[in-house]
């Protein structure tokens, strides 16, 4: 498939452990995120979304963490599995029809 | 998904002709985008919809047009195809979540390669 991103930053992960995927944003005035996950050849899965009034989000293994002060969003998987490997980014959206989007985040789970 | 279908999955075509992308979705959706992908780069909005025949500019709009005579198609035109035009092309829809946040889905991409 095709490479979402030749000079994607890396995060090589253990199979079992947990991973913390970090994503800067842009603008102070957004409200919502979003996180998505992208396999090679695949369009973005939606994973979890976060509104600006809250500070942490939990899903299904997975947990957003929102850090207004700094403008940080971060994104845990819990219990990394081959399955989770690719690249992973965040969008922000400040209520219109907007989005910006980071360029990503590549997740190696090594066995 | 969605329900969000894109056609062709894959297209390879010569340098100044026309070339029509069609995303098709199933579920109503008022919001509809074209997006592309290229290595180095987030996503960025081409054109996107806010109903049938409501249509506005992204940020790299030059050398595309859009159509969406009905709510569940939306098709991205490029004029005159570019080298600079091959991309991978994502449709997108957005809708109001119960927590008021405005989600975002994706189709499944279309490869388009101008020769």
């Known amino acids: 498939g095709e490479s979402v991103g030749l000079h994607l930053p890396t995060l090589s992960v253990q199979e079992g452990d947990n991973s913390i995927i970090n994503c800067a944003y842009s603008?102070?005035?957004?409200?919502?995120f979003i996180w998505y996950k992208q396999e090679s050849g695949k369009g973005p899965q939606f994973i979890i979304d976060?509104?600006?009034?809250?500070d942490k989000r939990q899903g299904q293994r997975v947990t957003v963490l929102l850090n207004k002060t700094v403008k940080h969003l971060s994104l845990q998987i819990a219990a990394t599995q081959p399955g989770d490997s690719a690249v992973y980014f965040c969008?922000?959206?400040?209520?219109?029809?907007?989005?910006?989007f980071g360029t990503g985040t590549r997740l190696k789970v090594l066995a | 998904d969605a329900g969000i279908t894109q056609s062709p999955r894959h297209k390879v075509t010569e340098t100044g002709t026309p070339v029509t992308l069609r995303c098709h979705q199933t579920e109503n959706h008022r919001y509809m985008y074209w997006y592309r992908q290229d290595p180095g780069h987030g996503l960025r909005l081409i054109h996107y919809s806010y109903g049938v025949k409501d249509t506005d500019k992204g940020e790299v709009s030059d050398g595309y047009s859009v159509s969406r005579s009905k709510t569940e198609d939306f098709l991205l035109t490029l004029e005159s195809a570019t080298s600079s035009q091959t991309s991978v092309y994502f449709c997108a829809i957005s809708e109001r979540s119960s927590s008021g946040g405005r989600e975002q889905y994706f189709g499944p991409g279309t490869r388009l390669t101008v020769t």
């Open positions: 976060i509104r600006s009034n809250m």
């Open positions: 603008n102070s005035a957004s409200d919502y």
């Open positions: 969008a922000e959206n400040t209520g219109t029809y907007k989005y910006i």
